[in-house]
């Protein structure tokens, strides 16, 4: 069965603490996504990781990925009041389809 | 800076209606995606088209659901006989051929059927 999963599902987190967002997937996948979606809003594309070995980072944020492990995490360094957000994570299977995480709902308290 | 566009934004109907969605994808992308997001949930596939041809669709898709696309370039989504279990956001999303595949996504096309 195809499948992602992310956890945790929810988490609060203060500002300036440190935190990491896993994604694990079923089965091979050379392609991992992650993406941002504000309440109300469509997503916004904030990594694409296409090896193993591969690392992204954009500000705050870094993305990493094992394909032999079939995880990815996303890091969240000194975490600020604008990350709150939730966060998918997408595999790209055989066949062109896209499979999404559940999930992580992420709230920065001040 | 023209991204991925969808009409309607919102559409009320009542069960037993037919409603259809546009899609208008990145003018340079051959790939365009459909998928449906309940709330709480991460986006689900539903259909891919590469070009005007619709090379996947998921087994989760009823034969009530059907997409176009028929000169590769926008798309539409048709639902027929909605049900109550159909009020979702569709989203649209279009990626170039590759290797990236980086989908970019639209606004969305907010379903509720009463």
């Known amino acids: 069965e195809l499948k992602v999963e992310q956890n945790p599902l929810f988490l609060s987190m203060q500002e300036g603490k440190n935190y990491t967002i896993y994604c694990n997937y079923s089965?091979?996948?050379?392609?991992l996504y992650w993406y941002r979606q504000d309440p109300g809003k469509s997503l916004e594309s904030l990594f694409v990781?296409?090896?193993?070995?591969a690392v992204k980072q954009e500000g705050r944020l870094m993305a990493s990925l094992d394909t032999k492990a079939r995880l990815s995490t996303l890091h969240i360094t000194a975490a600020v009041h604008d990350l709150s957000a939730t966060y998918f994570c997408?595999?790209?299977?055989?066949?062109?389809?896209?499979?999404f995480g559940t999930g992580t709902s992420l709230t920065v308290i001040p | 800076d023209t991204g991925v566009s969808q009409d309607p934004r919102h559409k009320i109907t009542k069960r037993g209606q037919n409603v259809t969605f546009r899609c208008d994808p990145i003018?340079?992308?051959?790939?365009l995606y459909w998928y449906r997001q309940t709330l709480g949930q991460g986006p689900e596939f539903l259909t891919y088209?590469?070009?005007?041809?619709?090379?996947?669709k998921s087994r989760l898709l009823s034969d009530r659901f059907s997409a176009e696309r028929p000169k590769g370039s926008f798309s539409t989504l048709e639902i027929q006989r909605t049900e109550q279990g159909d009020s979702a956001m569709y989203l649209c999303?279009?990626?170039?051929?590759?290797?990236?595949?980086?989908?970019?996504f639209g606004p969305g096309t907010r379903l509720t059927v009463t």
């Open positions: 990781l296409l090896s193993n070995g």
């Open positions: 999303a279009s990626s170039s051929s590759g290797p990236r595949y980086e989908q970019y």
């Open positions: 088209f590469q070009n005007e041809a619709q090379l996947e």
């Open positions: 997408a595999a790209y299977f055989t066949g062109n389809q896209f499979y």
């Open positions: 003018s340079e992308h051959n790939r």
């Open positions: 089965t091979t996948s050379d392609r």
